[in-house]
């Protein structure tokens, strides 16, 4: 049976509530096998059967408890969902604002002390309930809206609780007005409390708008990526330059790119090279340089030449979609830490239920005169103030702006779970070829024989470099491209080799001119019989520092030597020192042989080296570790090391060009800079101590106001907490812990 996943948009989400009532909701529907609901994306992700349900039929499901579902159709561009919400935006501004302006009119002819301002119209009860009916039932619709379904579907969540208690003050307020006679007869005075509905429903709305405007900066890191996209591309079809929009570039199309210009889509280059700013997928601001046969990737941007390349990968399969498209999932997912606060929301509005409940009836029956009044005040406070908003946003704010804080920085973070194991990491492995080193071995040292070194200079170094080159380029050696790509680079003039002969196990020989000379190990030296005693001391040093040592003879004699190794990162000794600064211990892990291994590991800085690994033990290496109660991350090329990546409680994958290795890894580093991976861990810590710090205010302020709005302060202090005071206190409480998250933002690496 097939299973597909899909995106559906969720529209009426206000707290964690809301969100376990549709993951319930949808969980509980025939055919669907998961569901995955956040709310600050407003977003859910459902893997479903489509032989066992239909999309109409998920979005009914989520009707069917109070809100809308509709799939997210890839067609919908990002300018269209920006102008969507930029429009709900305005809807909601234009309500807080008729809703505020009716709230105070209505305040200033009936709150004690205006009075004596106001104007007779203003005081009048029945020109108070026309000013009142507009805010209850146009701007406060959306409350009902959700409420009605959800109770018939025997759930609650925030909408419930604000309707419920608006409506009471309302319905109380309509009673006194219209029927003040029944009012009296219970003993009553008849004093509608119109302010207290409308003041409460137009606050609860200016902080949805606040929020929904902080929300929107959250996701900030997906705009600024997107924003990336080049628009067109000059494709050359049949000898002429078109310019076309990028979503009709298709894979083997010829581009143009010229100085100043956005890479439309990844490719190869075929003619010409550049200089090219990758910064945005890298972070690092020094241009590259490019040249045939290189890869470029989509949404750079071309510095200095002019160059054509082919169309690899287009539309979603490009890096930038990649990127966009993970960042955007990781920041939907959710973090183990937030299904404390879920657990807690799923119990929360029915016990809040309870507590208004119990909060009428003893203020009621035990409460000073006039006990009504008093009982249904609180209520509606209790209400107000439990709504559980800012618990529902302080894990997944801090979570988007921490993984979009990454994505900017080069650190693609899998999921929000990733995020969070990272902080507890006490143990880094660093794979040492191309993670530690740059996997490509290069001549490091040319040393001229004693005999020769009457006047040692570039030039005998030349001469050297020279015969080893000329030699080297008929063999297929992995060492011979080191030699021949040095020559290249000191721009040596390669002679003509006559009765070339590859030695397998140690070198190679051939005749340059009348010379007959050999390049290889010690045992072709023995073979040749050629001493090195003037050189032992040197080729042990070298051989010390881990590197291969060849020695190059002519006519019998020991010319010189000429040393390989595959290098340090430039990064690798940084990254190293500032993972030993957060208290982390390195390892370094190599199938290489223990002294080349060592020295390696010196240069970076490393202690514990695990060498003489073959790849298919790393994963026992990491395993064997991780028993020792170490939490363990495992950074490697994210192909050749996956088993090792997947054993280790965060897997970092070191990404190059467009083969990023994202299935690989919990962390991708894009930007290939080994300091990333202490970046990764600080991020992780901050941003779960933002977590924390929102939960516990979060959750402290629903502990601590709950009481007071049920008027436990009332015998002492004779303290009670007006209901319009509540609603700002619950609006204020989720500003503040979306604000929280945004200083994440200003989190220095």
């Keep these: 049976m097939t299973e597909v996943k899909k995106t559906f948009c969720i ?12 993951e319930n909701a949808l969980q509980k529907t025939p055919g669907v096998k998961d569901a995955n609901v956040s709310l600050l994306t407003e977003r859910a992700d459902v893997t479903f059967s489509p032989e066992e349900v239909s999309e109409e039929k998920i979005s009914s499901a989520v009707a069917n408890v109070g ?29 807080v604002f008729i809703s505020l302006s009716l709230a105070t009119l209505i305040v200033v002819g009936s709150f004690p002390g205006l009075t004596n301002i106001a104007p007779p119209i203003l005081k009048n009860f029945w020109v108070q309930l026309l000013l009142a009916a507009p805010v209850q039932f146009w701007a406060g619709l959306g409350f009902y809206k959700a409420t009605i379904p959800a109770l018939r579907h025997r759930t609650a969540n925030m909408d419930t609780l604000i309707a419920i208690g608006t409506s009471a003050a309302f319905g109380y307020s309509f009673l006194a007005t219209v029927f003040p006679g029944i009012v009296r007869s219970a003993g009553i005075t008849p004093m509608p409390y119109f302010d207290v509905s409308s003041f409460v429903i137009g606050l609860i709305l200016l902080g949805r708008y606040f929020e929904a405007r902080a929300k929107a900066g959250t996701s900030e890191a997906i705009k600024k990526l997107i924003g990336l996209q080049a628009k067109t591309a000059r494709v050359l079809k049949d000898d002429k330059e078109i310019d076309m929009p990028i979503d009709q570039v298709v894979i083997g199309s010829i581009i143009r790119v010229r100085p100043g210009e956005k890479i439309p889509v990844d490719g190869v280059i075929t ?16 241009p590259v340089e490019k040249f045939k046969g290189d890869t470029v990737i989509g949404s750079t941007i071309n510095k200095t030449g002019t160059f054509t390349y082919k169309a690899t990968k287009v539309g979603s399969e490009t890096m930038l979609a990649q990127i966009i498209k993970l960042v955007t999932e990781a920041q939907a997912s959710k973090a183990p830490i937030q299904r404390v606060a879920d657990l807690v929301s799923a119990y929360f509005v029915p016990i809040v239920l309870m507590l208004a409940i119990a909060t009428f009836v003893v203020w009621y029956d035990f409460g000073p005169a006039p006990a009504f009044l008093l009982a249904l005040l609180n209520t509606v406070a209790v209400l107000i103030i439990a709504c559980p908003c800012a618990m529902g946003l302080a894990t997944p704010t801090a979570i988007m702006v921490g993984v979009g804080k990454g994505a900017e920085n080069g650190i693609l973070i899998r999921d929000a779970e990733s995020l969070e194991t990272a902080r507890k990491i006490n143990t880094v492995i660093f794979d040492k070829t191309g993670t530690l080193t740059n996997g490509k071995p290069v001549v490091t040292d040319v040393v001229v024989g004693v005999s020769e070194r009457r006047s040692v200079g570039k030039s005998e170094n030349k001469n050297l ?5 000329s030699l080297e380029k008929g063999s297929e050696h992995s060492l011979a491209e080191a030699i021949i790509n040095k020559a290249d680079e000191e721009k040596v003039i390669l002679s003509k080799v006559e009765k070339f002969k590859a030695i397998p196990g140690h070198g190679v020989e051939g005749t ?42 002519g006519n019998g004699k020991i010319l010189g030597l000429i040393a390989v190794a595959d290098t340090l990162k430039e990064s690798s000794k940084e990254g190293v020192k500032r993972l030993q600064q957060l208290g982390i211990e390195v390892a370094m892990i190599t199938g290489d042989n223990k002294r080349t291994a060592a020295a390696i590991a010196k240069q970076a800085g490393i202690t514990k080296v695990l060498a003489e690994v073959l790849p298919d033990r790393k994963e026992s290496e990491v395993r064997k570790i991780q028993s020792e109660g170490k939490v363990v991350a495992m950074v490697g ?9 997947a054993a280790a409680n965060v897997g970092i994958a070191m990404g190059t060009g467009t083969d990023v290795a994202i299935e690989a890894a919990d962390i991708t580093l894009i930007n290939k800079d080994l300091a990333s991976v202490a970046a990764a861990v600080e991020l992780s810590r901050k941003t779960m101590r933002t977590i924390k710090m929102n939960l516990f205010w979060a959750f402290g302020y629903n502990v601590i106001l709950i009481p007071v709005a049920m008027g436990v302060l009332y ?20 500003v503040s812990v979306v604000s929280n998250s945004l200083l994440l933002k200003r989190v220095k690496f």
């Design 271 to 286: 003619e010409g090279e550049s200089s090219i700013d990758e910064s945005m997928i890298s972070g690092e601001s020094i």
């Design 637 to 645: 090329d994210g192909i050749n090391d996956a088993p090792a990546l």
């Design 465 to 469: 470099l020279q015969l080893a080159a």
């Design 715 to 734: 015998p002492f202090f004779q303290i009670l907490l007006n209901p319009i005071f509540a609603s700002a206190a619950m609006a204020l409480s989720s």
């Design 67 to 95: 809100y809308q579902a509709y799939v997210k159709e890839e067609s919908v561009s990002q300018n269209e969902e920006k102008a969507e919400k930029e429009k709900e935006l305005r809807k909601l501004r234009q309500k």
């Design 512 to 553: 340059v001119g009348k010379e007959k000379v050999v390049l290889g190990n010690r045992k072709l030296m023995e073979k040749e019989g050629i001493k090195i005693n003037d050189l032992e001391l040197k080729i042990e040093e070298l051989e010390g520092q881990g590197k291969t040592v060849m020695m190059l003879a």
């Design 11 to 22: 529209k009426g989400m206000h707290c964690a509530s809301c969100v376990r009532v549709i």
